[in-house]
């Protein structure tokens, strides 16, 4: 089976921009997860998608939304980036929320 | 709030020797609880899990981890490192039940010397 597929792999954008992140799960996983991992705060559960529904979803601002689609790919946006937001963003897939979360390879975000 | 904690930020260890990577959870039951390690610039590797049952998991790489409850404990062991060991490593905690996602501990940096 193919692994949890995230691109791009490295972005750099501007404060103020916008930004989309993508997930394509394990086949057949219907759960995908998002953390960002900073040195400073470590890896932080952002939120949780199930059958296209978000369940669950961390301590972070509104600007931070994503969605699911009907093939369980997931996407992550940013709105209104700041300095703070760079990062690496990672999405686990699984087949029922965490109980065994594979992980892609993230994507490193840089915002200046 | 549930929490895990990992005591040591950095550890270092001469390839061959023994490993142990310390982890303590604080949740109102027991978790689900994994170990996952990290090389630079990349994901998460999942090493191995407790669920319940029998204490002592086997994971991959050779590594295993007992599950201690009365310690609130999850530590991490491996007999002999090698140098490809060396990563980041991180225990997380898990509630259950559609809960928040994974709670991961702040990491352990395990340095190898020849």
């Known amino acids: ?112 | 709030a549930q929490s895990v904690t990992q005591p040591d930020i950095h550890i270092t260890v001469s390839e061959g020797a023994s490993l142990e990577l310390r982890c303590n959870y604080s949740y109102g039951a027991t978790p689900y609880l994994f170990w996952y390690v990290q090389s630079p610039g990349q994901g998460l590797q999942l090493l191995l899990k407790y669920f319940s049952g029998d204490t002592l998991v086997q994971g991959i790489k050779g590594f295993e981890a007992e599950f201690k409850r009365s310690q609130s404990s999850f530590n991490l062991r491996k007999p002999s490192v090698h140098w490809s060991d060396a990563a980041e490593y991180f225990c997380a905690g898990y509630s259950g039940g559609g809960a928040d996602g994974l709670t991961f501990g702040k990491g352990t940096h395990l340095i190898i010397q020849p």
Not at chain 1, 18 to 42: A, D, E, F, K, M
Not at chain 1, 77 to 101: F, I, M, P, R
Request: aromatic share 12%; glycine share 10%.
């Open chain 1, 1 to 112: 089976k193919a692994g949890v597929t995230q691109t791009p792999r490295y972005l750099i954008k501007t404060r103020g921009q916008q930004v989309t992140l993508s997930c394509s799960p394990i086949s057949g996983h219907r759960s995908v997860s998002w953390y960002q991992q900073t040195p400073g705060q470590g890896l932080q559960f952002l939120f949780e998608y199930f059958s296209e529904t978000q369940r669950n979803k961390g301590n972070f601002p509104g600007r931070f939304s994503g969605r699911q689609f009907s093939n369980s790919r997931s996407e992550m946006n940013v709105s209104t980036l700041e300095l703070g937001d760079s990062a690496l963003y990672l999405c686990a897939s699984s087949e029922q929320g965490a109980t065994e979360a594979f992980f892609g390879q993230g994507t490193r975000l840089t915002v200046v």
